[in-house]
């Protein structure tokens, strides 16, 4: 007992005062992109050739965050001049089209469709469907439970059965394997429901894209409310995107 | 086993040299060497100009490889020693060629066969997965069957898991992955280069670091770059920063799993300040973008050295305290001890590795074994108790967050400065090349094999996640135990469903 009390008084008070308070990432955190459209376009060219994930567009100087996986080359290889990571953690969208950017992202708030807001602002449960990827985005939806982030001082939780839910929010390039429960899932839950696709890899297959033991596009089989892009999206960015697009 | 040729880890190897032995050879000189107890590395089939191949890459304390041309089916090996199980079934899933005799040839990962062969399981893939699976089952009176998943209660990857029990006795627990399957070997082999690192750290997301310095190496064995001492050491902080928040999150869950709820508080919050270093290093929490064929995309300056020892100076006595909590509530150790049990002679059988092998008494470490980075002048970890239950799986990992914390610090006041590293974009791979790589990830041995083709192009990409063995650890560690355990159980394992999957 003594031990507990001890362990106790070491750790204190933890949770972090967001979003009253914001939280600052280190300089070499990856958060939203900014482009330069003006820059070179051989330069343009050259980090479009190089993008892993093929997702710069050279014709609009837009990249396609839904499928970035934020790994950084295009800074690196334009030595800022071409693309430049802001410590910036605010990118849910409400549309798949808004994800195609040279940086400036529609305010989220605006486009809450007003019954959400109504419906789930106090209390949101969200049953979470792992469906592919590759578990780095589930571990850091999870870090959102706990007394850091203290997710559930919002009004909002996982919750293990669909039935308790009032949404989903699946992660994974839908494989072909999962494909038949997530649907299962999804209809187990009663109206009305939201879905969110959180991670390169539910928007767009992310990492895996074009293989073809996947669906690699969540919206293709069921109608998504609320994009959370990332590889994996950072804990802060989930939070932002739910907080903003709910309350 | 002197038929096998012995090699280096990470040495790239004419694939002429490799010797090509009849079937009947090979198969024998595997058995040999696993009756010695030789263990498996890499055991898997390939396609060259249309015909069909076989390759073995073993370890006893060294390394051999050997290979053959795979007959369409082929006295399995399993029939003779079971560390050959889950390879035969997934070479039979893969290239269509059938182990036959194996004791227990079902699908691993449900997908269609890469060559066009008659299916081993007779699946056609028009149906959901299973498939044609015969579940294992267990008849009697008493008895009944708890099936669980694919999707479970908590945020966590999918699975089934089937039980035989009687009552609330576990005889049998069955383990039925694949829906991770996303094609990972397929795309390895496919993709241009400028994707394989992304596809590497994203095999299991919690072993980024482990699989992207895999390939990273054996890329750069066949592409014949240096890497500087200032890369290795930051790669080797990374592996190790790795497997610090991963024990941390798995012990602070497992003390949750008792019901012990403030250590799995403190641990929670603690496993983030440990993926924030990672942050510090390369921008991102998991290490992505951070290894790179050549280097590390990110140098370690004084900066960036000063906030780690901090942070590291700051949590190492809070990690101990909330261990020494965990460790000396008899309530804990009450329900650790004896619980999960898996012998030393099971655990050979099967080849556990990592902390699981650990636990139960096999001492191998591939950082000792077949040391990569910085590894040959750090000294080893050795682990107190080895009954092979949850107690000493916990035992193991928080022995080895102390001795990974000294790692790093001893890393940080030796280090040299990396060089900056340019980016790789024409990477040329030499030509009929094989290449096997082993680094011990934070769950234990992750290895990449990779085989190119007469223009250099990868011919055969070959993934195994440490997870490939264990989970028949799990299933093991059940018999006989209360089915209220399998959570304490699972998490003392915490295996890899996507690096399983692929
Ligand atoms: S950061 Fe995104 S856009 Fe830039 S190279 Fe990587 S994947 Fe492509
Ligand atoms: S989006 Fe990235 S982090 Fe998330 S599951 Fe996919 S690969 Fe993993």
Same mark, same amino acid.
């Given at each position: 007992?003594?031990?507990?009390i001890?362990?106790?008084?070491?750790?204190?008070?933890r949770?972090?005062?967001?979003?009253?308070?914001? %939280?600052?990432?280190?300089?070499?955190?990856r *958060?939203?992109?900014k482009?330069?459209?003006k820059?070179?376009?051989?330069? &343009?060219?050259r980090c479009?050739?190089?993008?892993?994930?093929?997702? %710069?567009d050279?014709?609009?100087?837009? %990249?396609?965050l839904g499928r970035?996986?934020?790994?950084?080359?295009c800074?690196?290889?334009?030595?800022g001049k071409f693309?430049?990571?802001s410590q910036n /953690?605010?990118m849910?969208t409400?549309?798949?089209?808004?994800?195609?950017?040279?940086?400036?992202?529609?305010a989220?708030?605006?486009?809450s469709?007003k019954?959400?807001?109504?419906?789930f *602002?106090?209390?949101?449960?969200?049953?979470q &469907?792992s469906?592919g990827?590759?578990?780095a985005?589930?571990?850091?939806?999870n870090v959102?439970n706990?007394p850091?982030?203290?997710?559930?001082?919002f009004? &909002?939780?996982?919750?293990a059965?669909?039935?308790?839910?009032?949404? %989903?929010?699946v992660?994974?390039?839908?494989?072909k394997?999962m494909r038949a429960a997530?649907i299962?899932?999804f209809e187990a839950i009663p109206?009305?429901k939201?879905?969110?696709?959180?991670g390169? /890899?539910a928007i767009?297959g992310g990492?895996?894209?074009?293989?073809?033991?996947?669906?690699g596009d969540?919206?293709?089989? &069921?109608?998504?409310?609320?994009y959370i892009?990332?590889?994996p999206?950072?804990?802060?960015?989930?939070?932002h995107?739910?907080?903003?697009?709910?309350? | 086993m002197?038929k096998?040729l012995?090699i280096q880890n990470?040495?790239?190897?004419?694939r002429?040299d490799?010797?090509?032995l009849?079937?009947?050879?090979f198969?024998?000189?595997l058995?040999?060497?696993a009756?010695?107890?030789?263990?498996?590395?890499q055991?898997?089939?390939?396609?060259?100009?249309g015909?069909s191949?076989l390759?073995a890459v073993?370890?006893?304390d060294k390394?051999?490889?050997?290979?053959c041309?795979?007959p369409? $089916?082929?006295a399995?090996?399993?029939?003779?020693s079971e560390?050959?199980?889950m390879?035969e079934?997934e070479i039979?899933?893969q290239y269509g060629?059938?182990?036959?005799?194996h004791?227990?040839?079902k699908? !691993?990962?449900?997908?269609?066969?890469?060559?066009?062969k008659?299916d081993?399981?007779d699946?056609?893939?028009?149906q959901?997965?299973?498939?044609?699976?015969?579940y294992?089952?267990?008849?009697?009176? +008493?008895?009944?069957?708890v099936?669980?998943g694919?999707v479970?209660a908590g945020?966590i990857?999918p699975?089934?898991?089937?039980?035989?029990?009687?009552g609330?006795?576990?005889?049998?627990?069955e383990i039925?992955?694949g829906?991770q399957?996303r094609g990972?070997?397929k795309?390895?082999q496919?993709v241009?280069?400028?994707r394989?690192?992304?596809i590497?750290?994203t095999?299991?997301g919690?072993? +980024?670091?482990?699989?992207?310095l895999?390939?990273?190496?054996a890329?750069e064995a066949?592409?014949?770059l240096e890497?500087?001492?200032g890369?290795?050491?930051?790669?080797?902080?990374?592996?190790e920063?790795?497997?610090?928040?991963?024990?941390?999150?798995?012990?602070?869950?497992l003390s949750?799993?008792?019901?012990f709820?403030?250590?799995?508080?403190y641990?929670?919050r603690?496993?983030?300040e440990?993926?924030?270093?990672t942050?510090?290093?390369?921008?991102?929490?998991f290490?992505r973008?951070?290894?790179?064929a050549?280097g590390?995309t990110h140098?370690?300056?004084?900066?960036?050295?000063?906030?780690l020892r901090?942070?590291l100076?700051?949590?190492?006595?809070? !990690?101990e305290?909330?261990n020494?909590?965990?460790f000396?509530?008899?309530s804990v150790?009450?329900?650790?001890?004896?619980?999960g049990k898996?012998?030393k002679?099971n655990a050979?059988?099967i080849?556990l590795?990592?902390?699981a092998?650990?636990?139960s008494g096999? $001492?191998?470490?591939a950082?000792?074994s077949?040391? +990569?980075?910085?590894?040959?002048?750090?000294?080893?970890?050795?682990n107190s108790?080895?009954?092979?239950?949850v107690h000493?799986?916990?035992?193991?990992?928080?022995?080895e967050?102390?001795?990974s914390?000294s790692?790093?610090?001893?890393?940080l006041d030796k280090?040299?400065?990396?060089k900056?590293?340019?980016?790789?974009?024409l990477?040329?791979?030499?030509?009929?090349s094989?290449v096997v790589?082993?680094?011990?990830?934070?769950?234990?041995e992750?290895s990449?094999c990779i085989?190119?083709?007469?223009?250099?192009?990868?011919?055969?990409?070959?993934?195994?996640d440490p997870?490939?063995?264990?989970?028949?650890?799990?299933?093991l560690?059940?018999?006989?135990?209360g089915?209220?355990d399998?959570p304490?159980?699972?998490?003392?394992?915490?295996l890899s469903y996507?690096?399983?999957?692929?």
């Amino acid at each position: 007992m003594l031990q507990v009390i001890k362990n106790r008084l070491e750790q204190g008070h933890r949770t972090s005062k967001y979003p009253k308070e914001p %939280i600052n990432l280190y300089k070499r955190f990856r *958060g939203l992109p900014k482009v330069d459209p003006k820059c070179d376009g051989a330069l &343009i060219q050259r980090c479009a050739d190089a993008c892993p994930q093929d997702c %710069i567009d050279t014709k609009n100087c837009r %990249i396609d965050l839904g499928r970035c996986v934020f790994c950084g080359l295009c800074e690196t290889l334009s030595g800022g001049k071409f693309v430049t990571f802001s410590q910036n /953690c605010e990118m849910g969208t409400a549309s798949r089209d808004d994800l195609f950017t040279q940086g400036d992202l529609p305010a989220l708030a605006e486009h809450s469709k007003k019954h959400f807001k109504k419906l789930f *602002g106090r209390s949101l449960q969200l049953r979470q &469907i792992s469906a592919g990827g590759c578990n780095a985005c589930e571990a850091d939806t999870n870090v959102l439970n706990t007394p850091f982030w203290d997710l559930s001082r919002f009004g &909002i939780q996982f919750v293990a059965s669909p039935r308790h839910a009032d949404g %989903i929010h699946v992660t994974g390039p839908l494989t072909k394997n999962m494909r038949a429960a997530t649907i299962t899932t999804f209809e187990a839950i009663p109206h009305p429901k939201v879905v969110i696709a959180s991670g390169a /890899c539910a928007i767009s297959g992310g990492p895996f894209y074009g293989s073809d033991e996947i669906v690699g596009d969540l919206n293709s089989i &069921i109608p998504v409310d609320l994009y959370i892009p990332g590889c994996p999206p950072h804990p802060l960015t989930t939070l932002h995107a739910l907080l903003t697009y709910f309350k | 086993m002197d038929k096998l040729l012995q090699i280096q880890n990470n040495e790239k190897i004419n694939r002429a040299d490799i010797p090509h032995l009849p079937f009947e050879t090979f198969r024998q000189q595997l058995l040999e060497c696993a009756a010695t107890g030789g263990k498996v590395v890499q055991f898997f089939a390939y396609e060259d100009e249309g015909v069909s191949k076989l390759l073995a890459v073993m370890r006893t304390d060294k390394l051999y490889v050997g290979g053959c041309d795979a007959p369409d $089916s082929f006295a399995s090996l399993t029939a003779e020693s079971e560390i050959f199980h889950m390879f035969e079934r997934e070479i039979g899933e893969q290239y269509g060629l059938k182990a036959e005799g194996h004791p227990w040839l079902k699908m !691993v990962r449900y997908h269609s066969n890469y060559n066009g062969k008659k299916d081993v399981f007779d699946n056609n893939y028009s149906q959901d997965i299973p498939g044609n699976y015969p579940y294992f089952s267990v008849e009697g009176e +008493t008895v009944h069957e708890v099936a669980v998943g694919p999707v479970h209660a908590g945020i966590i990857e999918p699975g089934h898991f089937r039980f035989q029990c009687c009552g609330e006795r576990v005889f049998h627990l069955e383990i039925q992955l694949g829906y991770q399957h996303r094609g990972v070997e397929k795309l390895l082999q496919s993709v241009p280069l400028k994707r394989m690192a992304i596809i590497a750290e994203t095999i299991a997301g919690d072993t +980024t670091i482990g699989h992207g310095l895999c390939q990273a190496q054996a890329l750069e064995a066949l592409a014949g770059l240096e890497v500087d001492k200032g890369a290795k050491t930051v790669r080797t902080i990374a592996l190790e920063l790795e497997r610090i928040a991963n024990h941390i999150g798995d012990l602070g869950a497992l003390s949750l799993d008792v019901a012990f709820n403030p250590p799995s508080a403190y641990f929670g919050r603690i496993r983030g300040e440990y993926l924030n270093p990672t942050q510090i290093l390369g921008g991102n929490r998991f290490g992505r973008g951070l290894v790179r064929a050549g280097g590390v995309t990110h140098v370690m300056g004084d900066e960036q050295k000063k906030l780690l020892r901090d942070k590291l100076a700051e949590l190492t006595p809070e !990690v101990e305290h909330v261990n020494e909590l965990i460790f000396s509530a008899p309530s804990v150790t009450g329900r650790f001890d004896n619980t999960g049990k898996v012998s030393k002679e099971n655990a050979e059988k099967i080849g556990l590795v990592g902390y699981a092998g650990r636990a139960s008494g096999l $001492s191998y470490d591939a950082r000792v074994s077949f040391p +990569t980075e910085c590894y040959a002048e750090l000294p080893a970890n050795s682990n107190s108790k080895t009954d092979g239950d949850v107690h000493s799986r916990g035992m193991v990992r928080r022995e080895e967050i102390m001795h990974s914390t000294s790692l790093i610090n001893t890393l940080l006041d030796k280090m040299e400065e990396a060089k900056s590293y340019t980016p790789q974009e024409l990477l040329q791979l030499a030509p009929h090349s094989f290449v096997v790589s082993i680094n011990e990830g934070w769950r234990g041995e992750v290895s990449h094999c990779i085989l190119t083709d007469a223009k250099g192009e990868i011919l055969r990409y070959k993934v195994k996640d440490p997870s490939f063995h264990n989970w028949m650890g799990l299933a093991l560690s059940l018999r006989d135990e209360g089915i209220s355990d399998f959570p304490l159980c699972n998490k003392s394992f915490n295996l890899s469903y996507c690096g399983f999957d692929l």
